[in-house]
């Protein structure tokens, strides 16, 4: 788990805020589920899983129920949506903080963010290509270039059954062949050993039985929509017929973002698909489901690595400068907050050249000077630090004025109060 200080703090709300604003923008309403879920929830979604078995941090609460910290937040969303029945469709967003107990390395933490969408109560596969192109557009609108869309079709639940069954039996027919821990895997969930990562499996992984021979007609159709809408909204993407991912709930569609800029071991942003039978899981009734979560610490390693969206600068109107004995700064900084305009000052005096130094580390656009003379005739400097202007001195009450041209953004006004009257003052 790690701490988050500005500026990176500052880059990631920046990248939620944009996501936000992406996901409004076609219709997706904003769900903040609990970051804490009665254990069962998630049982119920992958209790072969690695993230549900091994990696959970779950405790037992005060009254004895078991609890546990979200591993992920899709469970949480549609516990959410059986428990409050929203009118169908529902489309929300979310972003928040989840925790399995990983092995920690770079681009893999214990506690790390996600941002995402789910839908429920659409069967359309063009509610398929609506969401992935989704995920598709915002790694490209923040600058990302190496991201890679792996596409496929786990097949309904019936197809699924019929696939995990024959990639069980091919898997034992090889089990001398395959590691240990991919043994394991077999035991618990032969579908996961088709995402084994060593040499050795991969060979043996290579000749699996592919799912596509396994689809119903309907599947086939349904994905084949999928993919059609995809080259038609012009979103690339890779077939890929190995790709389970880990989770069990996944029916049909199913995806995943790659970005090559990272290693291949961490290399996964995003990934997500469809969960036909989760609300039926979690004791509603049968309702059709897709999503994705993308993670926001991996998506700024491949930030990082491909030299795009970096931190905003810091974004300050005005710095307060004040070498009388720090009066002005005091009221001066209140007065400009309180009109609109940004405004930083430092504490505990220093000469005009120190002070200037932290006014220019401060990133301001301008800075008020507040010495002997100004104060004693009632007036204040005003220094434009970025773009053009020059110096000048104004009466202290004509600060405002002239400060608006100088300013980078029109100032934002404090918010109104609120004028609902309050129930128990009126009649
Ligand atoms: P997931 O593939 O487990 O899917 O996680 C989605 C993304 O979260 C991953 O691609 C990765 O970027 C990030 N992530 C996962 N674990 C870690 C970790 N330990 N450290 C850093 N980043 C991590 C889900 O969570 C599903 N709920 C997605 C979904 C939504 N499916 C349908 N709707």
């Not at 596409?151 to 240990?180: I, K, M, P, Q, W």
């Not at 030299?307 to 710095?319: M, N, T, W, Y």
């Not at 100088?406 to 609902?420: C, D, K, S």
């Amino acid at each position: 788990m790690h701490d988050v200080l500005p500026p990176d703090s500052a880059r990631r709300r920046e990248l939620v805020q944009h996501f936000a604003a992406m996901a409004a923008a076609a219709g997706y309403g904003e769900v903040v589920p609990p970051l804490l879920e009665d254990l069962g929830v998630f049982l119920r979604v992958g209790e072969s899983t690695d993230v549900v078995t091994k990696e959970m941090y779950d405790f037992v609460d005060k009254d004895g129920s078991r609890i546990a910290l979200r591993p992920e937040i899709t469970a949480g969303v549609v516990r959410s949506f059986v428990q409050h029945r929203p009118a169908l469709p529902w489309k929300v967003w979310y972003a928040g903080t989840n925790f399995r107990h990983e092995r920690a390395q770079k681009g893999r933490y214990r506690m790390f963010d996600q941002v995402g969408v789910e839908v429920l109560g659409v069967d359309d596969p063009d509610l398929d290509v609506e969401v992935i192109a989704l995920a598709a557009r915002f790694f490209e609108s923040i600058g990302l270039r190496q991201v890679e869309l792996l596409v496929n079709s786990l097949g309904d639940h019936d197809d699924r059954a019929r696939y995990t069954e024959a990639v069980r039996v091919y898997f034992e027919s090889r089990r001398g062949e395959l590691s240990e821990a991919a043994q394991g895997t077999l035991d618990r969930n032969p579908l996961r050993v088709l995402d084994a990562k060593r040499p050795s499996d991969q060979q043996v992984v290579q000749d699996a039985p592919r799912i596509a021979e396994y689809l119903s007609e309907a599947s086939a159709a349904h994905y084949g929509r999928v993919r059609e809408g995809l080259d038609a909204v012009g979103v690339a993407h890779t077939e890929s017929p190995l790709l389970v991912r880990g989770l069990d709930y996944y029916r049909r569609t199913t995806f995943e973002f790659a970005a090559t800029a990272l290693d291949a071991a961490q290399n996964a942003v995003g990934g997500g698909g469809r969960y036909d039978g989760l609300a039926e899981d979690l004791g509603g009734p049968p309702t059709d489901g897709i999503g994705f979560a993308l993670g926001v610490d991996r998506i700024l390693l491949a930030c990082d690595a491909e030299g795009v969206f970096p931190a905003p600068g810091p974004e300050l109107d005005v710095f307060v400068v004040d070498v009388v004995d720090g009066t002005a700064a005091r009221d001066l900084t209140h007065e400009l907050r309180g009109a609109g305009i940004s405004a930083d000052r430092r504490f505990g005096g220093g000469s005009m050249k120190s002070q200037m130094k932290t006014a220019d580390r401060s990133g301001a656009a301008v800075a008020v000077l507040v010495g002997e003379d100004e104060a004693a005739a009632g007036e204040v400097t005003v220094r434009p630090l970025q773009g053009q202007g020059e110096q000048r001195r104004v009466p202290r009450d004509a600060l405002l004025s002239a400060l608006r041209p100088l300013l980078l953004a029109p100032p934002t006004p404090a918010p109104a109060p609120r004028t609902t009257p309050n129930p128990r003052t009126t009649t």
